[in-house]
């Protein structure tokens, strides 16, 4: 691991621990004074990983498609077009995920494609 990666490993386990302990506030002060079950601990914590788990993977795709494609080969013609992004929702292992994807339009073949940015 070089020096950038390990001091954003460690930033990156910074602020997990932080934000544990806010949303283990917010549990105690939702669950009042008794004493939850364990599931009514760790569902919420596993909804809440969901959660993150959702944005870094939106955050992740719409870095990849924002990597500078402008413009890309029509598969079927040859013909350079244009690259644009786009958002749509798809549904991962941890839900509803908004992501960016890259497509091109080929007004000659009258279809849309979706180029790798690789």
Do not use: N, Y
């Not at 599931?39 to 955050?59: K, V, Y």
């Not at 402008?70 to 786009?86: L, M």
Request: glycine fraction near 4%.
């Amino acid at each position: 691991m070089d020096a950038k990666e390990s001091q954003l490993d460690e930033k990156l386990k910074d602020l997990l621990r932080r934000a544990s302990l806010v949303a283990a506030e917010i549990q105690a002060l939702q669950q009042g004074d008794r004493v939850p079950h364990f599931d009514e601990i760790e569902l919420p914590a596993h909804a809440l990983g969901q959660e993150f788990s959702r944005m870094i993977q939106s955050e992740r795709v719409r870095s990849v498609a924002a990597s500078g494609l402008e413009d890309a080969t029509c598969p079927d013609c040859g013909s350079r077009h244009a690259v644009e992004t786009q958002t749509r929702q798809i549904h991962s292992m941890d839900g509803p995920t908004e992501v960016t994807e890259t497509v091109a339009e080929c007004r000659r073949c009258r279809r849309s494609f979706f180029p790798s940015t690789r």
